[in-house]
């Protein structure tokens, strides 16, 4: 069955506006943080590796869609602090394996926290009718997401 101009037009017109909503408020919530000075770039390699468990530097590379000398700074900065450690490939020799070290997982952890209150603080705010629709619009996305 073919969609009409009118609905093709109106599903465009919500990807605009769901794509502009998402963006700004994971951005918004990417600033929410513990104090520190890790970088967002930093942060983020972190965080692949928390969700990964363990990658290869070219792995977390590409995970992070970044070129490789710019990821082996950022793990070199992330190893300096003692967030993230190298361990040898099982398999291959002329590779190595990252993960979040204890420490690491710690400052996640903390990261992570400091994003979940502040949301939670923000949707606190909405009436209960609002924060259902949200509820209904997060299953719905999780649906799209998994399309």
């Known amino acids: 069955m073919e969609r009409s101009v009118a609905e093709r037009s109106s599903a465009e017109q919500l990807a605009v506006s769901l794509r502009e909503s ?3 408020l994971n951005r918004r919530v990417r600033q929410e943080r513990p104090v520190g000075d890790l970088t967002f770039s930093q942060l983020s390699a972190l965080t692949s590796l928390q969700l990964a468990g363990a990658l290869t530097p070219r792995e977390l590379a590409d995970t992070e869609r970044v070129q490789p000398p710019t990821m082996t700074k950022i793990v070199g900065k992330l190893e300096e602090r003692g967030l993230v450690a190298r361990t040898p490939h099982p398999t291959d020799r002329r590779q190595v394996i990252l993960a979040a070290t204890e420490q ?3 400052v996640y952890a903390q990261f992570e926290k400091a994003r979940n209150e502040w949301l939670a603080e923000q ?3 909405l009436t209960p009718d609002e924060r259902d629709t949200l509820a209904r619009a997060a299953r719905i996305l ?6």
């Open 104 to 106: 690491g997982r710690i």
């Open 22 to 24: 998402i963006t700004r």
């Open 142 to 147: 999780q649906q799209v997401a998994r399309a």
């Open 123 to 125: 949707l606190a705010e």
